[in-house]
T-cell receptor
Framework: QQQVKQSPQSLIVQKGGISIINCAYE??????FPWYQQFPGKGPALLIA?????SEKKEGRFTISFNKSAKQFSLHIMDSQPGDSATYFC???????????FGQGTRLTINP | GAVVSQHPSRVICKSGTSVKIECRSL??????MFWYRQFPKKSLMLMAT?????????EQGVEKDKFLINHASLTLSTLTVTSAHPEDSSFYIC????????????FGPGTRLTVL
């Protein structure tokens, strides 16, 4: 019940395209859903986060869509760029200050 | 966003020795910090929760006597890998949450530990 399942494991998108990564969870007590971006040899960097009181949140080219009834949330990267090539992790917690449960990660490659 | 630092960024040690990794919240206070371990091409695995002024809480399967955690102040937590072995080689990352309604967790840059 503590798991967060992330897909796909890897994703290749052409420059300018839309990258979509999906996550699903079981624990209905989760109320904080962040996405992190990680480059090789670096720590994860917070990209965008959402709480269940909204169904969508947009920051620049990054959008989180949240479906509470389906217990799913997704990250959309619009106009994907080669610099977006990284590993992306979704996560969930019962609040931002509590321990995060991470998805398995998605290795995103943007082809020029 | 808030800044979390780690030191050292990279350490190589001999088998049997102990290594200390520091995690600092630079511009905010953190009563709680988290320590993660990450294997190559894998997700982050939570090892323990570091609590300022009290004992750390370890996740199931993590040896508390091997991975000593001390939360010395509101801005500093340390992870000591005792009697290190080659299988302890990994990428260790800490995180610290800010507090309040917009509480958010920020991660350090990570420490690459190699045990020879």
């Amino acid at each position: 019940q503590q798991q967060v399942k992330q897909s796909p494991q890897s994703l290749i998108v052409q420059k300018g395209g839309i990258s979509i990564i999906n996550c699903a969870y079981e624990n209905t007590a989760f109320d904080y859903f962040p996405w992190y971006q990680q480059f090789p040899g670096k720590g994860p960097a917070l990209l965008i986060a959402i709480r269940p009181d909204v169904s969508e949140k947009k920051e620049g080219r990054f959008t989180i869509s949240f479906n509470k009834s389906a217990k799913q949330f997704s990250l959309h990267i619009m106009d994907s760029q080669p610099g977006d090539s990284a590993t992306y992790f979704c996560a969930a917690s019962t609040s931002g200050a509590q321990k995060l449960v991470f998805g398995q990660g998605t290795r995103l490659t943007i082809n020029p | 966003g808030a800044v979390v630092s780690q030191h050292p960024s990279r350490v190589i040690c001999k088998s049997g020795t102990s290594v200390k990794i520091e995690c600092r919240s630079l511009d905010f206070q953190a009563t709680t910090m988290f320590w993660y371990r990450q294997f190559p091409k894998k997700s982050l695995m939570l090892m323990a929760t570091s609590n300022e002024g009290s004992k750390a809480t370890y996740e199931q399967g993590v040896e508390k006597d091997k991975f000593l955690i001390n939360h010395a102040s509101l801005t500093l937590s340390t992870l000591t890998v005792t009697s290190a072995h080659p299988e302890d080689s990994s990428f260790y990352i800490c995180s610290a949450p800010t507090s309040g309604r917009t509480d958010t967790q920020y991660f350090g840059p990570g420490t690459r530990l190699t045990v020879l």
